[in-house]
């Protein structure tokens, strides 16, 4: 399994939200270059990026910022938040972002993101789904930074483009998003069960290495990590295992 570190952005800083509310924020002093040469030191060849501002308002709030992260060249790039037209795409491509994440696109604008899996190619597409459990235990789709509850099941939503070719999913569940209370180990074994093709990446409550292993004995691909590592909460030995260039 490939442990993934994740930087969050809004307005230029590095943040964490709890469960993602935005009034939950944690601001970090680390200038996001900073945690890129730090993780790349640790040996991680891929980096998350979210544009927090642009997950919330639909267009790239921190462009900027991101363009300076891929510049540097030092370790794989996938960015998202606020990717919602073929331009952002295109720009995020050329400036050197490896993996173009989608998210509430992926929901709205269902054909249009068909039709960016066949241009761009499965490997430079992912789809977010951002998940939170109804009382029946279905986890349902949310959209727009989180803010917008949907109907939609992540069952559905996975199966509505897997004729197109999709091969990476990122799955948050939100509810354990930044709050340090262990993944939903169970959602992603259903997640494999049901759809092994899929290069999933498990997102939210990721607290330490045992949490990391346990996600790798269920045969997922990759794993998320933003406050623990941001925190240093993981000892280097038990991150070492999933770091590809430790």
């Not at 943040?15 to 270059?33: I, Q």
């Not at 996938?78 to 037209?85: A, E, I, L, N, P």
């Amino acid at each position: 399994m490939l442990l993934i570190p994740s930087i969050d952005l809004r307005a230029g800083h590095c943040v964490r939200l709890l469960k993602g509310d935005f009034a939950a924020e944690t601001r970090y002093e680390f200038e996001p270059h900073e945690l890129l040469l730090r993780y790349q030191r640790l040996g991680a060849s891929w980096l998350h990026i979210v544009d927090l501002d642009g997950a919330r308002d639909g267009t790239l709030g921190n462009r900027g910022v991101i363009h300076q992260l891929a510049s540097q060249r030092a370790v794989r790039l996938q960015v998202g938040g606020g990717v919602r037209d073929g331009a952002t795409v295109d720009d995020l491509l050329a400036h050197g972002i490896a993996r173009v994440v989608i998210g509430s696109a992926a929901v709205e604008r269902r054909e249009q993101v068909i039709g960016w899996l066949g241009t761009y190619g499965s490997e430079r597409v992912c789809l977010a789904f951002d998940v939170r459990l109804d009382a029946a235990g279905v986890p349902r789709l949310c959209t727009r930074g989180w803010q917008q509850q949907t109907a939609l099941s992540l069952w559905d939503a996975v199966d509505a483009f897997a004729a197109a070719g999709l091969k990476h999913v990122l799955c948050t569940d939100v509810e354990r998003d930044g709050a340090l209370g262990g993944p939903n180990l169970a959602l992603y074994a259903q997640a494999l069960q049901r759809f092994p093709q899929i290069a999933w990446q498990a997102s939210g409550g990721i607290r330490d290495g045992a949490d990391l292993a346990a996600l790798a004995a269920l045969g997922l691909p990759a794993a998320i990590s933003g406050k623990a590592l941001l925190e240093e909460r993981i000892a280097i030995e038990e991150l070492r295992p999933f770091l590809q260039n430790a």
